[in-house]
């Protein structure tokens, strides 16, 4: 069955001098809208293609593959604003349009903004939204804590960010468990921190315990390296050196360089730390 918004694998049916026929099954015909297709495909080719519906409710095909499909949330770039919504670029020739009412605030010409991607059941149209929570949360959720899922940020707000996760539910991360640069929009992992009884979901961007600090430890082998093979950081440094230099509060800081240090890749001094090792430089030049 054909789904509107996503991905389908369709046969050629016929190629005519004004575009090719694909074979919709029951929805009929299906123009595929690519230029120079007819030179790439012969009848009979079996082709993935992005199913949409234009102005004139004609249903069309594309091989272009847009920024989210149906069902996913990306950040878009508003191209145009007008009084009835935003128009934003996402991929197709033909702009994803956002209503104003389902702008979460005012879209502006130029500036982008995370949105839901769904199907109108009152246009039969591929509609943006950012108004996020309004199409997530709907279905319960399986997750345990440790679980480590796809997160797109999309929200600052008073206690951290709020995070979309596998495109299906929301969560936060607190502010003062975030060790690293945030940026809305950036997709990126997460693990699952605590499920609330009240089913909201508490985010965290590393994993706990010690096998959690392997990226970070593989960012300070990093940083030392490149700083000829010593900096002048330790466990007893403020803890805005160290987030000045290493990107991490001084509690995550620690636990990676005892890891390290167990691991005898790194020497701890009073002025500093340094790698232990010629075959350490020479993994992490």
């Known amino acids: 069955m054909i789904q509107t918004g996503k991905i389908n694998r369709l046969s050629i049916k016929e190629i ?22 007819s030179q790439k495909y012969n009848a009979g080719d079996e082709i993935d293609v992005f199913v949409y519906v234009d102005r004139q409710q004609r249903l069309l095909a594309t091989t272009q593959k847009p920024y989210a499909l149906v069902g996913e949330v990306a950040r878009l770039r508003v191209v145009d604003a007008t009084e009835a919504g935003a128009f934003l670029q996402w991929g197709l020739d033909d702009d994803l349009f956002v209503p104003k009412s389902e702008q979460q605030e005012d879209m ?42 796809n997160i797109i940020i999309y929200a600052k707000s008073e206690l951290g960010y709020s995070a979309v996760v596998n495109n299906l539910h929301t969560g936060i991360i607190y502010e003062n468990e975030i060790f690293q640069k945030i940026e809305i929009g950036r997709r990126q992992k997460g693990y699952i921190k605590k499920i609330r009884e009240d089913s909201k979901i508490d985010l965290r961007l ?48 620690k636990k990676a360089i005892g890891a390290l240090y167990k691991k005898q890749l790194i020497i701890l001094g009073p002025d500093g730390i340094k790698l232990s090792a010629k075959k350490v430089h020479d993994e992490f030049s």
């Open 16 to 37: 005519q001098s004004e575009g090719i026929q694909l074979d919709g099954g029951e929805l009929g015909d299906i123009l595929l809208m690519d230029r120079y297709s």
């Open 108 to 149: 502006k010409e130029g500036k982008s903004y995370v949105v839901f991607v769904f199907l109108s059941e009152r246009s039969n149209r591929i509609t943006g939204s950012s108004k996020i929570e309004k199409y997530l949360n709907k279905k319960p959720h399986k997750y345990e804590e440790g679980d480590e899922v």
């Open 206 to 253: 590393q994993q706990t315990g010690y096998s959690g600090v392997d990226d970070v430890c593989r960012t300070i082998l990093k940083k030392i390296n490149k700083s000829g093979g010593m900096v002048p950081v330790t466990d007893k440094s403020r803890p805005e050196d160290i987030y000045d230099v290493f990107g991490v509060s001084k509690k995550v800081f």
